[in-house]
C-alpha cells in the first residue's frame, strides 16, 4: 500500500514538473515586442525612423513616445549618427519629396521649461559643443522647439512650436 502511494506521489511529481518546463518553456519564446521594428535605421548610439508625416512637435513627441521610442537625441548630438540619419534618411525622403510643404524635421530639443535655456529632451543641456545651431540661430524668443531646417542646409533651427514638421524617433542603446 505504502509502496502504491509513493508511486503515485513520484507520478504526481513527475507530471507537475513536466507541466512547469513547458511552461517556462513557453515563456521564453521570445515575444514580438517590437513589431515593424526592421524598418528602422540601426546605427551605432540607436535605432532611427524618420516619420515623414508633418505634425507639431508636441504631437511628434507623441508619435515618438507610441513607437516606444523618444524625439532624437543623442543621434543628433553625434555626429557621426547625424550625418548617417541625414544621408541614409532624411535626404533621400526629402529628395523623392516624402517630406511635404513643412521646413524640416523635428528634434528632440526645446526651451520649454525655460525659456532661452535650451535642452535635450533626455535631460543634456545643449551647448555649442553638442547642437550644430545654423548661423544666428536660435534668432526668436517664441520659436521654443527645435529642428533641422532644409533651407539651412539642415543645421538646428528654433521654431514655433505649433508648425508642423516630419520628425525622427530614436530608440538609444544608452538609455
Ligand atoms: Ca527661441
Ligand atoms: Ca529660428
Known amino acids: 500500500m505504502i509502496l502504491i502511494v509513493v508511486g503515485v506521489i513520484m507520478i504526481v511529481t513527475s507530471l507537475v514538473s513536466t507541466v512547469t518546463t513547458n511552461y517556462k518553456k513557453l515563456q521564453l519564446q521570445p515575444t514580438t515586442e517590437s513589431p515593424g521594428r526592421d524598418d528602422w535605421h540601426h546605427f551605432s548610439t540607436g535605432s532611427y525612423k524618420l516619420f515623414p508625416t508633418e505634425v507639431n512637435y508636441e504631437a511628434a513627441k507623441n508619435g515618438c513616445r507610441n513607437a516606444n521610442a523618444r524625439?532624437?537625441?543623442?543621434?543628433?548630438?553625434n555626429k557621426v549618427t547625424r550625418k548617417s540619419i541625414m544621408d541614409e534618411m532624411i535626404l533621400p525622403a526629402f529628395n523623392a519629396n516624402k517630406l511635404g510643404e513643412g521646413y524640416g524635421v523635428w528634434i528632440g530639443l526645446d526651451d520649454l521649461e525655460v525659456i532661452n535655456k535650451w535642452k535635450w529632451i533626455d535631460g543634456i543641456a545643449s551647448t555649442n559643443d553638442n547642437t550644430a545651431w545654423a548661423p544666428s540661430e536660435p534668432n526668436n524668443g517664441s520659436e521654443r522647439c527645435g529642428m533641422l531646417h532644409k533651407l539651412l542646409?539642415?543645421?538646428i533651427n528654433d521654431?514655433?512650436?505649433l508648425v508642423a514638421n516630419a520628425y525622427v524617433c530614436e530608440i538609444a542603446k544608452s538609455k
Open 159 to 161: 521654431e514655433y512650436c
Open 153 to 155: 542646409k539642415w543645421l
Open 71 to 77: 524625439l532624437v537625441t543623442e543621434g543628433i548630438r
